[in-house]
């Protein structure tokens, strides 16, 4: 079956650590996203990547930081530098170019909940 | 700049009963498409129903269904014969059809009371 996941689904930090979140996807999909979202709010993009080797910030990149060297891999590394980084970590894929009557919305995996200690 | 707002933070329905969850958006772009999303407890985001903005008639999967006014910017989702297992948080997204980025509402907290 084709899907998005992500592992561990749930993640201790304690303070000063750098820890890293994976989402591996075989959708074959170009475009990978990062979204963090904190109770009863809604989804923030952190980062995202249309193409391998390539990535974009989105609105709250500090403190994070991705890369993409594989087209199905968009890790993400939480850095000591991210003040307060609990919360629940959202990985989503999409195609990169848009295909009328086609299937253009995210996929999205189950989750990370990240939690410092 | 591309905006999604969903000005119901919170809803309740009976169960069997109908609901409408409303989403505006702003824009320039004339071509795009619009999803409703639900994440029930689980936090699995789970994709309900879509609409791609060249096409008139309103989309419907099953019990749900949408009202598309283009003009207003108005992208509002309509629960029928609405189940326990319709208690979710649900999301109004945006995706333009040249560039990659989706926008997403602050959401809809949906309650079905039995």
């Known amino acids: 079956d084709g899907g998005i996941t992500q592992s561990p689904k749930y993640l201790f930090r304690k303070e000063g650590q750098n820890v890293t979140l994976s989402c591996e996807q075989n959708l074959n999909h170009d475009a990978m996203y990062w979204y963090r979202q904190d109770p009863g709010q809604g989804l923030r993009l952190i980062y995202y990547s249309q193409i391998v080797n390539d990535f974009q910030k989105g609105d709250i990149a500090e403190g994070y930081s991705v890369s993409r060297e594989k087209k199905e891999s968009f890790p993400l590394t939480v850095t000591s530098a991210q003040k307060n980084p609990t919360a629940f970590y959202l990985c989503?894929?999409?195609?990169?170019?848009?295909?009328?009557?086609?299937?253009?919305?995210?996929?999205f995996g189950p989750g990370t909940r990240l939690t410092v200690l | 700049a591309q905006t999604v707002t969903q000005s119901q933070p919170e809803m309740s329905v009976q169960e069997a009963e109908t609901v409408t969850l409303s989403c505006t958006y702003d824009?320039?772009?004339?071509?795009?498409?619009l999803f409703w999303y639900k994440q029930p407890p689980s936090r699995q985001m789970i994709l309900v129903i879509r609409q791609e903005a060249y096409k008139q008639q309103n989309a419907t999967e099953n019990r749900f269904s949408v009202n598309f006014q283009k003009a207003a910017k108005s992208f509002s989702l309509k629960i029928s014969d609405s189940q326990l297992g319709d208690t979710a948080m649900y999301f109004c997204a945006f995706t333009p059809f040249t560039g990659n980025q989706f926008y997403f509402g602050t959401g809809t907290s949906l309650t079905v009371i039995p």
């Open positions: 989503a894929s999409s195609r990169a170019s848009r295909v009328t009557n086609s299937y253009n919305e995210q996929f």
């Open positions: 824009t320039s772009e004339n071509n795009y498409y």
